[in-house]
Nanobody, 126 residues
């Protein structure tokens, strides 16, 4: 069983920054592929960024490329999402997710993830 707990969401003005954290349980955290997803109001959940087990390979959705950075600290069992130059369209509930398969490439597909956090709200005002 893996538990994921997100933190760091909140209200920020357009152009501002936030850093989301996701703390995970589990002794084999360093094997997990990890991802950040978001679900805007009235829309489907979508991938934001993903990182492979070693942290050496990452993936970003086009909408956040150049503004968001995903990283992981395996010693702290934590994955981060640094969000800069935030826009009102980034408003959503953000979720972290873990895929227990030790993949070389980042996992992009929502259905491949095994565990999910409860989500944290990010609101960007214009």
């Amino acid at each position: 069983q893996v538990q994921l707990v997100e933190s760091g969401g909140g209200l920020v003005q357009a152009g501002g920054s936030l850093r989301l954290s996701c703390a995970a349980s589990g002794r084999t955290f360093s094997w997990y592929a990890l991802g950040w997803f978001r679900q805007p109001p009235g829309k489907e959940r979508e991938i934001v960024a993903a990182i492979n087990w070693s942290g050496e390979s990452t993936y970003y959705a086009d909408s956040v490329k150049g503004r968001f950075t995903i990283s992981r600290d395996n010693a702290k069992n934590t994955v981060y999402l640094q969000m800069n130059s935030l826009k009102p369209e980034d408003t959503a509930v953000y979720y972290c997710a873990a895929d227990l398969a030790r993949t070389i490439v980042p996992v992009r597909r929502l259905s491949d993830y095994d565990y999910w956090g409860q989500g944290t709200q990010v609101t960007v005002s214009s």
